[in-house]
């Protein structure tokens, strides 16, 4: 069984920032890539930002400049450090793990963040 606890979702106002927290565990014999996807209401869900597990990195363009995705392998945790946060922002945070020999994606249950104008 793997696990995603994801944590540091909130309310804040605009230009403000968060810190997402996502930790995988259980039986992991490797995490490959791990990331950020957000679904806001009537939307689809969308990459947020992505992380490999040589640390290269991608973000979508609407959050390019703003956001940080890092991971600490030790701690099996990845981190979105999200700044000048924006109305459009407000969405469920979902972090995904892409686990094992056999890859296979995992997902956190969500965290609601809340941008205020």
């Known amino acids: 069984q793997v696990q995603l606890v994801e944590s540091g979702g909130g309310v804040v106002q605009a230009g403000g920032s968060l810190r997402l927290s996502c930790t995988v565990s259980?039986?992991?014999?490797?995490?490959?890539?791990m990331g950020w996807y957000r679904q806001a209401p009537g939307k689809q869900r969308e990459l947020v930002a992505a992380?490999?597990?040589?640390?290269?990195?991608n973000y979508a363009d609407s959050v390019k400049g703003r956001f940080t995705i890092s991971r600490d392998s030790a701690k099996n945790t990845v981190y979105l450090q999200m700044n000048s946060l924006k109305p459009e922002d407000t969405a469920v945070y979902y972090c995904?793990?892409?686990?094992?020999?056999?890859?296979?994606?995992?997902w956190g249950p969500g965290t609601q963040v809340t941008v205020s104008s």
């Open positions: 995904k793990a892409n686990v094992g020999r056999i890859p296979y994606d995992y």
């Open positions: 992380i490999t597990s040589g640390a290269g990195t």
């Open positions: 259980g039986s992991i014999f490797r995490i490959n890539a």
